[in-house]
């Protein structure tokens, strides 16, 4: 075994820390790890100075990582050491007492520095900035006494740090040098509001005031203005910004502009060390908000750990900010260009604004106030680039398919009590997840998840979970960057997996493990069953379907229920039976006591309570082929009588629904398809809340895409007409290809198309004939493989006997040693 290296880490932050946890997770025995850090304590969240200013939170309460930690991971702490000086030549770190460390591997992450205004008396007590520990211990100890407090700076730092002055008793007045509050973050009607909203609490503003001089002797008196104007102040914060704190690199000769100028690695042009955070430069950018630098240390991590595949393309930024009850949110661009359009909605009384900026289809910007609920979804569409073309009408109107869950406002969020519920899945209750976070120390939705399962089932609770996060972090709370990876054995995405699959012609599980460098050498059950899915689904001749990463009820082709027993649904194409296969059903009912039978809203029949080891025996006397009911796959056809037996019905729907499900069965998907007929538009089959609808009209039949009746309902959208049977089928399989190809594990078709958009899914399936035809064809090949009836094979053939045997038979049998 080789000799551990040397990691030196210089600044003991937030973004330089997560990098060593996510370092410790993939090589924890790579290195000997230490760290210097100038303040002389372990690593606390800077985010949530604010509350702790305000008295809300003590030090304790925020810190992430103390002492303990280092000790445990084998990690020497350096603290309250600040190292002044790096010798590349020699690879040492030496601090102001002396003390040194050789490294093989250096990670600079030493943050930003406030702004200090260079004018006359910036220098006198009392004038502070707020951006550590020991900041707001003096600020706290002025306001115990002293009376009046100045902010310079109208920004997100400023307003909490005029926030909690206030909180502690003090008079606070905000000096700003625009006319607009966070005029970065927000436009000049949702600062107005911010303004208004925060005077009504008590702080006073002056806007458009330039600072000349600090007024004072022995101690900071007042502050006088340009304009000839002068306030009284015992108290002066600076918070005009921050710029990276690059003193150290520069020193050491790396090369720097702005920041720490780094490549997609986090490698600096010198190849041992690396950089995170604050202090950084990525292709022209610095980045002051956690999610960017979190995403930067699992990168800086991934290489570190010689496993090299991870890349930072850059963040998009979004801002989440808390003051005294107020919620703002904003990303992208707050005016757009001349080509841009502007959508508002604005309503005084009730202090919510909302404005989108779009151009070419594409959400470009979002800024919202008092109701910022939508704020992450809005993020979204603009991170995917998605077609808002489908929705526009209701975009303002924020997220329907959410149900009621995520709409109450960030108000009423704070309003919940610790026990209401905010998950049903789960029973997951508001205290629950706050105390998560605050006691585990999260960040994110997924750690949300993990640690509470709170938004980890069907998902309408994500935009409320993602709210008490953002309440619980405070201002600086923005969801990740970018496309989550697949689970945690990989730092892929669903996407870049799909396109390993694909472009290197992975055929098997264990060829995707080697060729990825999985973490874990059988996966897991989050990635087994995408990954099973994504290989049958690409390569249907070549890829072998693997049970054992099949959901129990798929492996065994029936539902479990909650005492451990099965229901079974037999196929029923499109909904028609006979009198012989209801005579079958009712005689296997009878003959194995099956305790319940039900009439589903698939208009088939489900066989509730069936032990498992009847299951083979119940296949067979029913002689009738699987209805999936179970499976991530094709589940029914619904279908009207239509002009055959009705007399408003314009077209032959039972003979379309047949047909339809006769050569879609078996189909396998990201997750469950549903399809409907209608013979009208009066949608007695309810076509149109249907992953794909088909609705006969005069001239032909109207095609919908994209919809969902159940916990999140959902319309379709209308895909286009056509006139002929053969073209319903060509459209519909298309579009089943294109979900197959495109969409992610678990995503139903409704999320799938507000994922991509519909003018993406028109273009693919009816402007592009040639490409339509080509998805069609790949479709029906791929169904030679997928249509074998599971039911038959396991009653007919013995396959997978063993599966239903129960243990104690097996124990039973004859011993070979004795």
Same mark, same amino acid.
């Given at each position: ?43 606390? *969240? ?39 000086? /790096? ?51 003096? $600020?706290?100890?002025? =306001? ?54 925060? =005077? ?11 600072? &000349? ?102 963040? $998009? ?39 989108? /900026? ?21 993020? &979204? ?22 149900? *009621? ?5 960030? *108000? ?24 998560? /976070? ?25 935009? %409320? ?43 098997? $599980? ?71 296969? %209801? ?10 006591? /099956? ?55 314009? &077209? ?7 047909? %339809? ?21 009066? *949608? ?40 002929? &049977? ?23 078709? =409704? ?68």
């Amino acid at each position: 075994m080789r000799p551990k290296e040397k990691l030196v880490l210089i600044g003991n932050g937030m973004a330089g820390v997560r990098a060593l946890e996510e370092l410790l997770k993939v090589a924890p025995d790579m290195y000997a790890i230490s760290v210097f850090g100038a303040e002389p304590c372990g690593n606390y *969240n800077r985010i949530l100075l604010s509350p702790v200013l305000s008295g809300e939170k003590s030090i304790h309460d925020i810190m992430l990582n103390d002492e303990s930690w280092y000790a445990d991971n084998s990690i020497t702490l350096h603290k309250g050491r600040e190292a002044v000086r /790096i010798e590349r030549r020699a690879r040492l770190v030496l601090a102001a007492d002396g003390t040194s460390e050789f490294y093989d591997r250096l990670l600079i992450a030493t943050g930003s520095n406030p702004i200090v205004l260079p004018v006359p008396g910036h220098d006198l007590p009392g004038v502070i900035t707020f951006r550590n520990i020991r900041d707001v211990d003096t $600020m706290a100890e002025a =306001a115990r006494q002293y009376r009046h407090a100045v902010v310079i700076g109208g920004g997100l730092l400023g307003l909490e740090a005029a926030s909690g002055l206030l909180a502690r008793g003090m008079r606070v007045t905000v000096v700003h040098l625009m006319d607009t509050l966070m005029e970065r973050q927000l436009d000049a009607a949702a600062g107005a509001m911010l303004h208004d909203s925060l =005077a009504r609490r008590g702080i006073q503003f002056m806007l458009g005031a330039e600072t &000349q001089e600090i007024i004072g002797k022995k101690r900071v008196q007042g502050v006088r203005f340009k304009d000839g104007r002068e306030i009284s102040a015992d108290l002066v914060v600076m918070a005009v910004g921050i710029r990276p704190n690059i003193a150290l690199a520069k020193q050491a000769g790396v090369y720097c502009e702005r920041g720490i100028v780094v490549n997609d690695t986090m490698q600096t042009y010198d190849p041992r060390v690396y950089a995170v955070g604050e202090c950084v430069q990525h292709r022209g950018e610095t980045y002051g908000f956690v999610a960017p630098l979190f995403e930067q240390a699992k990168v800086c991590a991934n290489h570190l750990a010689e496993m090299g595949f991870r890349r930072y393309q850059g963040s $998009m930024a979004s801002t989440k900010l808390k003051v005294t009850g107020i919620d703002v949110f904003s990303a992208g661009e707050l005016t757009g260009d001349g080509k841009a359009e502007t959508i508002v909605m604005q309503d005084a009384a009730l202090g919510v604004y909302k404005k989108l /900026i779009i151009k070419d289809n594409r959400v470009r910007g979002a800024v919202l106030y008092g109701d910022t609920m939508d704020g992450p979804w809005y993020f &979204q569409l603009m991170r995917e680039g998605s077609d808002i073309s489908g929705m526009r009408a209701r975009l303002l109107h924020g997220q329907a398919h959410l149900g *009621n869950a995520g709409h109450g406002g960030a *108000n009423a969020v704070a309003a919940m009590s610790d026990n209401a519920e905010v998950c049903g899945c789960n029973g997951v209750t508001k205290g629950q997840i706050v105390g998560a /976070i605050i006691g585990k120390k999260l960040f994110t939705l997924d750690e949300v998840r993990v640690h509470t399962k709170a938004s980890s089932s069907c998902g309408s609770c994500t935009g %409320l979970v993602e709210q008490i996060l953002a309440m619980t972090l405070g201002g600086d709370y923005s969801a990740a960057p970018g496309e989550k990876p697949l689970c945690k054995c990989t730092d892929y995405t669903h996407d870049e997996v799909r396109g390993h699959i694909r472009e290197r012609r992975l055929t098997s $599980m264990d060829a995707v493990f080697a060729a990825l460098k999985w973490k874990t050498p059988d996966g897991c059950p989050t990635c087994r069953p995408a990954l099973n899915f994504y290989l049958i689904a690409t390569w249907p001749a070549e890829a072998k379907d693997d049970l054992r990463s099949r959901h129990i009820s798929e492996r065994v082709h029936a539902n479990i229920q909650k005492e451990g027993d099965y229901s079974v649904v037999p196929r029923m194409w499109g909904g028609v039976t006979s009198p012989d296969e %209801l005579r079958r059903i009712a005689d296997v009912a009878d003959k194995y006591r /099956i305790p319940a039978m039900k009439v589903t809203g698939g208009q088939r029949i489900a066989l509730a309570g069936v032990k498992k080891e009847d299951l083979p025996k119940v296949w067979a006397d029913l002689g009738m082929p699987s209805g999936y009911a179970y499976g991530r796959a094709l589940r029914s056809v619904k279908t009207c009588v239509g002009k055959a037996f009705c007399r408003f019905g314009t &077209q032959d729907t039972l003979g379309m629904g047949i047909e %339809l499900e006769k050569k879609f069965w078996g189909m396998w998907g990201p997750h469950k398809v549903k399809l409907g007929v209608s013979g009208c538009p009066r *949608n007695c089959a309810e076509a149109t809340i249907k992953d794909f609808g088909v609705v006969g009209v005069e001239s032909g039949w109207e095609l919908h895409v994209g919809g969902n009746g159940g916990v999140k309902v959902r319309a379709c959208d209308l895909l286009c007409k056509v006139a002929t &049977q053969e073209e319903v089928f060509e459209y519909a399989g298309a579009f089943l290809q294109l979900y197959r190809d495109e969409g992610r594990y678990l995503e139903r078709t =409704a999320q799938w198309v507000e994922r991509i958009g519909l003018a993406h899914v028109k273009q693919r399936v009816v402007a592009d004939a040639e490409g339509r035809k080509a998805l069609y064809a790949r479709l029906l090949e791929s169904q030679k493989y997928a249509q074998v009836d599971p039911w038959a094979e396991r009653a007919r053939q013995g396959v997978e006997t063993q599966e239903f045997e129960p243990l104690k038979a097996i124990s039973d049998q004859p011993s070979a040693i004795s």
